[in-house]
């Protein structure tokens, strides 16, 4: 599939369709998206024809300015989703029946809108579960060096779109041969293959929070039959992984929604207004020791304190973190590099098979240091193979911080920490 993108700063001139339908010749693309197209419905719907696209969505200027439209070809599956003056989302459902979500995206030209332009791409990322991409013309930098002209770009601007990236957990794609923000974009998409990720169940620490998390998950422990210890654990992981998509992972959404609660209730002078504002406000603040205590679980970092409200500091940690955890491709023994998925899985699979095969075990009596002799005492030999006995599993446990990484059993040491309650 090819998508194109482009700036095209009004269609109200001869030139600029002629340039348009040269464009789409050249490049042929399934799907197609114009912004400040600076025109009402009506001369979207004769363009559309023109360019030979069996389907289209339009955003009305407003004022003087502004105006999106989306074009789409008839071998495209693609439903609009939501749309506004700045964006419009779409969902693409491949041949496959894999779908996955497009947004279409202008951002607000003026500098003192920055700060709703990157709150407003914070709000979008929390909208859906599927695959994302979003293009077009952000009005905004990443960096200093795409800043052409003699006066820099100011770094907190600079830091503040890269911040609202990193929050929506989306990943720049290289662009090639781009010399203006005018310029189309043309985004041509090879291999459509997504892999359905399994999402791991992964206890919050946020969790304990909720007065409501002790009561479900007691009454639900005690309504198992007496089990097995490690089955009925299983079991109850599974409740409250169920338990956890209920409850919330967006907090900025919330956040948003109570913020909003809060700014209407801040003008009443009455008794009942002002009890309410305080109420709301405690809602608040909890929410935002929820989200605390959320990234500080995924930054691994335990010199902080709960209450310290270093929520950005956490998120950048975590986002660090994953970015150092992640595999982008492996080099393959014929030098190859390998950055498919099932290939990598592959890939692993082979070079661990040979790892360990009986075949290719060291020998370890050909060690420099190598020495016939016990290297631990008998001693020592009879406590490492004795038995586990019951006071030594919440000792243990007790010593481990709770942010630590959970086991085989998908608990971490803040789980346990609390499970002699039920």
Known sequence: MILLSWNCRGLGTPRTVRVLKEMTKSHRPNFLFLSETLVEGNKVEVLSSKLGFSNYFSVDRQGRGGGLAVFWKHNVRCSIFVSSQNHIDVVIKEI???????????????????????????????????????????????????????????????????????????????????????????????????????????????????????????????????IHLLPKLTTVSDYMAKWGRNFFHKFREKVIKQKEIIDQLKDREDDDGIQLYFNEKEKLSDLLLHEELYWKQRAKTFWLEEGDSNSRFFHASASSRKKMNLIVGLRAEDGSMITEHGHLCNLLERYYKIVLSDTNHADITKFPNYSDEGVITNEQNNMLTAEIEYEEFPATVKSMHPDQASGPDRLNPAFFSISGKY
């Open 96 to 226: 496959n029946s894999v779908s996955w979500r497009l947004t279409c995206f202008y951002g607000f030209p003026e500098r003192e809108r920055k700060q709703a332009f990157w709150d407003f791409l914070r709000f979008l990322s929390t909208k859906s579960q599927l695959p994302w991409c979003i293009f077009g013309d952000f009005n905004d930098l990443l960096y200093s060096t795409d800043k052409k002209g003699r006066h820099p770009h100011p770094n907190n601007l600079l830091n503040g779109f890269k911040s609202s990236i990193e929050d929506c957990c989306l990943a720049e794609l290289e662009l090639k041969g781009v010399s203006s923000d005018h310029e189309p974009i043309n985004l041509e998409l090879f291999n459509m293959d997504v892999s359905k990720k399994q999402v791991r169940f992964k206890f919050e620490n946020t969790w304990m929070k909720e007065e409501k998390f002790h009561d479900d998950v007691v009454e639900f422990w005690q309504s198992l039959p007496a």
